[in-house]
């Protein structure tokens, strides 16, 4: 465990400050990926039942105003289901960017470098070389990592309003 920390320690240390943001942004993602898992798995059921009901309560209507009842209730069910999937995706395409800004930030640390000493001081120079690679990777893999989620989520939502709108066409036999 000590020598799994002293990895992480190394990695941020030498990350840099830009290593501390993709480290908080991740974590940002994944709990908003974990929450809407939770809440498919736990309330998406209700939460349909309940659109399911007021859809069944609704007094009869002519065709056009039913269209847009129906419409209404599903653009409503979608952005509620849809709440965090959003937010999701801006971080998997602001990390790579904030990878990128580690790399710029490392490149300008090999550039002071360079000014004060030339080329004679190679250990400052690698500091700088690894802040940059380590950054870009960081960036990358956590946002990789959050593409997929993001997606097959998003794949839930619409599946999820398609499925509410087949059983708003279904007649009211009790159990949905």
Do not use: C
Not at 51 to 57: A, C, F, I, K, N
């Amino acid at each position: 465990m000590n020598e799994l920390l002293d990895s992480l320690n190394s990695l941020f240390y030498a990350g840099g400050t830009v290593m501390w943001v993709i480290a908080l942004a991740t974590l940002l993602m994944w709990a908003l990926i974990l929450e809407r898992y939770w809440f498919m798995l736990r309330q998406l059921p209700r939460l349909r039942e309940r659109y399911l009901s007021s859809w069944r309560q609704r007094p009869p209507m002519d065709p056009p105003v039913r269209g847009r009842v129906k419409d209404s209730l599903l653009n409503r069910f979608e952005a509620s289901t849809n709440q965090s999937v959003e937010s999701i995706s801006m971080l998997t395409a602001v990390l790579p960017l904030l990878g990128l800004l580690g790399t710029v930030t490392g490149m300008i640390k090999i550039f002071e470098i360079m000014t004060v000493y030339g080329t004679g001081n190679v250990r400052g120079m690698a500091e700088g070389i690894s802040e940059a690679l380590i950054t870009t990777m960081a960036g990358l893999v956590t946002a990789l990592s959050g593409v997929y989620f993001a997606s097959h989520l998003q794949g839930k939502v619409e599946h999820e309003r398609t499925r509410l709108s087949n059983l708003f066409e279904q007649p009211d036999t009790g159990d949905a």
